[in-house]
């Protein structure tokens, strides 16, 4: 089966941060002086160095292959499972609960982000919807759902190997409606990457 099998009691893990689209636009504003960072130079939502940090951050997280991530689902007995890309987070999890045997669905509690990716989209100075669950993402992480201590030691194993963390994100929960949805008192992780 392999993606089907998400049970109720499952955590959800998340592999990558959240927000590459974010830091690739500020990226592109910045280096062309935009009237877009202009604002957020002027408001002082973003330093310089904040921008360059976080495209650094991005930069890092879409080298990085998901081959670990892959191949340690199996060892660590994963339930389901799915790369988080084009759909944006919410995009993807409801797609993967749509795909479930049994009648699951999915809340998210947590949202980590690359640093300061989130304060851009709070500014308002262009809707990216990162914190909607809807942003694109290029080469994102892996979404698996799987038991929680089995959870735990995938988290533990990948940043061994890979150097950076894993998250738990959410929860497999009974639902007749499938429906994936990140929870009002949504938690965002800011990510800041070692440089």
Aim: glycine letters at 8%; proline letters at 2%.
């Amino acid at each position: 089966s392999g993606t089907n099998g998400a049970e109720v009691g499952d955590v959800v893990v998340l592999t990558k941060p959240l927000g590459t689209q974010v830091a690739v636009n500020v990226h592109e504003w910045r280096v062309r002086k935009t009237a877009k960072w202009m604002e957020l130079s002027k408001r002082k939502i973003l330093s310089v160095e904040d921008a360059e940090d976080m495209m650094h951050a991005a930069v890092c997280s879409m080298a990085r292959l998901n081959r670990h991530a892959g191949s340690l689902m199996l060892k660590h007995h994963a339930h389901a499972g799915t790369d988080v890309t084009g759909f944006g987070i919410l995009g993807h999890a409801q797609n993967l609960m749509d795909n479930q045997s049994r009648p699951v669905g999915m809340e998210i509690h947590t949202l980590p982000c690359i640093a300061n990716t989130a304060e851009v989209e709070k500014s308002g100075v262009l809707d990216f919807r990162l914190v909607k669950g809807y942003s694109a993402e290029t080469s994102g992480g892996l979404m698996i759902c799987m038991k929680e201590e089995d959870a735990v030691a995938y988290c533990k194993e990948i940043e061994e190997i890979d150097g950076e963390p894993a998250w738990i994100i959410g929860m497999v929960v009974e639902d007749s409606e499938r429906k994936a949805k990140l929870l009002d008192n949504l938690e965002i992780l800011e990510v800041s990457s070692e440089r």
